[in-house]
């Protein structure tokens, strides 16, 4: 054999860790980026963001939404890691955050359980922790210093309040509601609280609430739950979505069954009876558009601009105020209709907007 | 030169990994700085892929014997799902839920072993239906995610192994110890043991001469079958106690848990040096193949590129090159 072989094996070598040394970027700005990421402005307050993954349009608003807010040129430096529905990627995401001296860490945790070790190891090295939308199930609520986001179980609650609002408007009975929910990743909080709500409203007023099966937030997945929930549940009348994306999934399997989604579920012609949809988020136009063709008939908003509300409870802490546990931040419904103009959750009333063509 | 030339390929290719695992991490010291240079940063990794090495082992040992196993990330799902059942809903003990990973992997090694080597069955398919049954078994055994909440196991699972005078002091100027978990010793006695017995004992050159061609093999007197037999049970048994190690690291029961990490271990297993025509492969390779795989994943995502698919064609690329690599040492020979 000639060295030939051996010298391109070694330049083949070179190549590589060439790659590996600036992180595979062939973008001039790279170096840049790498620059500063070493030396964050000398005095940047360091942002660790460990999200849970990009499932939904809910999910890219909300990591948005905290990229806009802590930018290099207000003073901060953001290292955002993507978790890819991975406990474990967040967990070594955090465990990253606390090695690089990070000032704060905003976590969105993609199951509600196994965080107290990491988020021990957190507390252990001074560095508070924000919950970020989702929350945790943790021994000591001290492992945290707050939570920021929506409060799953009241949405729901709103949700079943307007159906049930609803309902009473059109004449129609408690006992002919036929229900399948279609729930979010199973375990997640807001799956939990969505799921819960509809539960207690369906015992209280005696809803037939069929089935619930997991269609993991995604269009795809709602869709073909919604095909074999059909399939199997000929009079099914409302379908609750928890959020957007199975929504439109959802909407899909309907018209390919051949029926209708609307809000048009007591008339006295079978066929031109439609299949309720209700759903969550309310932050992709998509799903704004299908309400104001009245597929779907109600959608109670997760708002995702999270940001602001971080970055505020940042600037109070440094100046010592201590921020209550839950913060929770305002959330419209929207609806098809008007036949509903406001719905009461434990003695407050919240608007229906009504969104029209 | 002629050294080079002399060198086998499993040797050759094991010093390639090393290399580039090395120049890598000095790279990333150099260019992205403090938060490599801490030693905790490197036992994260460890700690973070304890459970990776382990099955990664196995899967080296199963493709040296020219075939593949792509169940091993249901079987440590099924194995985190299962004694967390036991552990919570049946009050069970830490030694009774480490047999049941170790039953588990045994069975599949069976059974999968069976097949592949008496029966003759491509390994690709019956590992195939092997990752089909776990997942859909761990989701029979219970459908929800939980955290394990049994005190004996908890005390275990937080259980640190300090590293003495490896520790740092952060900005806020709190010393934090340098550990590593309980997952990492057994890693590394795994890689140890399967070390050495590749290395000396009759039944890991078995796994080298059946790997390397199967007729040649037969004629030596080697039981084809029943090393590639015993090569499964070990990769199975190997699922078992990595699923057990996951478990740990983790401390909850999951049907999504593992996702990919088949996956994964092919992917260190390559870049470890280890081929997927068999014949070649190296447990210390493995062990760097991991570090390399985690070292890089951390490289892009400190170089600011966060999106998640930045890694996964980081990762491409790496094992493109190895692979190269891989083609062009055996062409060596043939010139």
Redesign the interface.
């Known amino acids: ?3 030939s ?2 010298r ?2 070694l330049s ?2 070179l ?3 060439i ?7 062939n973008r001039p700005v ?1 170096a840049t ?2 620059l500063s ?2 030396e964050p402005d000398a005095g940047n307050t360091i942002i660790g963001f460990s999200q849970l ?2 499932e939904s349009d809910y999910r890219s608003a909300n990591s948005e939404s905290i990229k806009n807010v802590f930018i290099r040129s207000m003073g901060y430096t953001l ?4 978790g ?5 990627n967040q ?3 955090i ?2 955050f ?4 990070a000032d704060y860490i905003l976590l969105s945790p993609v ?1 509600e ?2 965080w ?2 990491v988020l021990m190891e957190a507390k ?4 508070p922790v924000i919950l970020v939308d989702r929350t945790v ?1 943790v021994e000591s609520d001290g492992l945290y210093l707050c939570h920021v986001g929506s409060d799953f179980y009241l949405e729901a609650q709103k949700a079943c309040e307007w159906l049930k609002a609803y309902i009473d408007a059109i004449g129609m009975k408690d006992e002919d509601v036929h229900i399948v929910d279609l729930q979010g990743t ?2 997640s909080s807001a799956q939990i609280g969505r799921t819960l709500g509809l539960k207690m409203a369906a015992a209280k007023y005696g809803w037939d609430l069929k089935a619930a099966v997991a269609a993991d937030f995604t269009q795809a997945k709602g869709r073909e739950v919604m095909k074999q929930l059909y399939t199997k549940y000929k009079d099914i009348n409302v379908v609750y979505c928890e959020n957007d994306n199975e929504a439109l999934g959802a909407i899909e399997a309907i018209e390919a069954a051949g029926r209708h989604p609307g809000s048009d579920i007591n008339n006295r012609n079978v066929l031109k009876r439609s299949i309720m949809v209700m759903s969550f988020d309310g932050v992709s136009q998509a799903a704004i558009d299908m309400v104001k063709e009245d597929k779907i008939s109600c959608i109670v908003e997760c708002n995702p601009d999270l940001g602001p509300d971080v970055k505020n409870i940042i600037k109070d802490y440094e100046s010592g105020v201590i921020p209550p546990k839950d913060i929770y931040v305002d959330e419209k419904i929207y609806s098809s209709n008007g036949r509903v103009e406001s719905v009461s959750v434990n003695g407050v009333d919240y608007e229906v907007t009504v969104l029209k063509k | 030169m002629k050294k080079l030339k002399n060198m086998t390929d499993t040797n050759l290719l094991l010093a390639i990994t090393i290399v580039v695992f090395f120049l890598m991490y000095i790279g990333a010291v150099v260019i992205l700085g403090k938060g490599f240079l801490k030693p905790q940063n490197f036992f994260n990794i460890l700690n973070t892929n304890a459970a990776l090495i382990i099955t990664s082992v196995g899967m080296s040992i199963v493709m040296i014997t020219g075939g593949i196993d792509i169940s091993v990330g249901g079987v440590a799902a099924l194995v985190s799902m299962s004694c967390a059942v036991y552990l919570d809903y049946h009050n069970g003990s830490v030694a009774g839920s480490i047999l049941i990973a170790l039953a588990i992997g045994l069975l599949y090694g069976l059974v999968q072993g069976y097949l592949v080597a008496y029966l003759d069955i491509q390994p690709f398919i019956v590992s195939l239906a092997g990752m089909f049954f776990a997942r859909g078994m761990t989701t029979i055994v219970n459908t929800k995610p939980f955290n394990v909440a049994n005190e004996a196991f908890v005390a275990l699972k937080n259980t640190r192994i300090i590293v003495p005078g490896m520790g740092s002091t952060n900005k806020k100027g709190m010393y934090i110890d340098a550990y590593v978990e309980i997952g990492v010793i057994v890693a590394l006695i795994v890689v140890v043991l399967f070390f050495l017995v590749l290395r000396y004992l009759k039944l890991g050159r078995n796994f080298y001469a059946v790997g390397g061609n199967k007729q040649s093999a037969l004629m030596l007197g080697i039981n084809v079958k029943r090393t590639k037999f015993i090569s499964h049970i070990i990769c199975s048994m190997l699922a078992g106690i990595g699923g057990y190690v996951y478990f740990l690291h983790v401390g909850s029961g999951s049907a999504s848990h593992a996702m990919g990490m088949e996956m994964n271990a092919i992917a260190s297993s390559i870049i470890g040096g280890t081929m997927l025509t068999g014949g070649v492969g190296n447990i210390i390779g493995t062990l760097f193949g991991v570090l390399s795989l985690s070292t890089i994943q951390n490289i892009v995502t400190s170089a600011g590129f966060d999106q998640a698919w930045w890694t996964g064609i980081t990762i491409a690329a790496m094992l493109c090159i190895f692979l190269v690599i891989q083609s062009l040492v055996i062409a060596r020979k043939n010139k």
């Open positions: 054999m000639n060295g072989g051996i391109r094996i083949i070598l190549i590589l860790s790659i590996a040394a600036t992180g595979c970027g790279a980026d790498v990421v070493e993954g990009a290292m955002f890691e993507d890819q529905q991975k406990q474990s967990i070594r995401a465990r990253k606390i090695q690089s001296d199951t359980t196994g107290d070790t252990d090295a001074g560095i199930e199973l375990g």
